[in-house]
Nanobody
Framework: QAQLVESGGGLVQTGGSLRLSCAAS????????MAWFRQAPGKEREFVSL??????????ADSVKGRFTISRYNTNAKNTMYLQMSSLKPEDAAVYYC???????????????????WGQGTQVTVSS
């Protein structure tokens, strides 16, 4: 059974910080790439950041580069991915989803279709 569970969302003022977590268990332990996406009301889901699990290579959307940091922590039983978000802006408000890819690729996958497993999402609200 594959499971991804996000946590850490909430309400924060403009300029504030939040740290999101994504706990992966089951089938998703064999992840090659884990990623964060977000979806604001009325907009399509968009790529935020990814981490290639074996190499530690990371990638960010231009809109969050320099403000967000993706990281990981893994044990035998669970992989956990984090997204440290700083200098938050109202346009960062969205439901944030983590996703994982259990097959390797030679490129940095930024499309929804590249990922088979998704979490339920966590809401981030940024007040102006």
């Amino acid at each position: 059974q594959a499971q991804l569970v996000e946590s850490g969302g909430g309400l924060v003022q403009t300029g504030g910080s939040l740290r999101l977590s994504c706990a992966a268990s089951g089938r998703t332990l064999n992840s090659y790439v884990m990623a964060w996406f977000r979806q604001a009301p009325g907009k399509e889901r968009e790529f935020v950041s990814l981490l290639r699990w074996s190499s530690g290579i990371v990638d960010y959307a231009d809109s969050v580069k320099g403000r967000f940091t993706i990281s990981r922590y893994n044990t035998n039983a669970k992989n956990t991915m984090y997204l440290q978000m700083s200098s938050l802006k109202p346009e960062d408000a969205a439901v944030y989803y983590c996703a994982t890819r259990v097959y390797d690729t030679n490129y940095n996958p930024r499309n929804e279709s590249d990922y088979a497993y998704w979490g339920q999402g966590t809401q981030v609200t940024v007040s102006s």
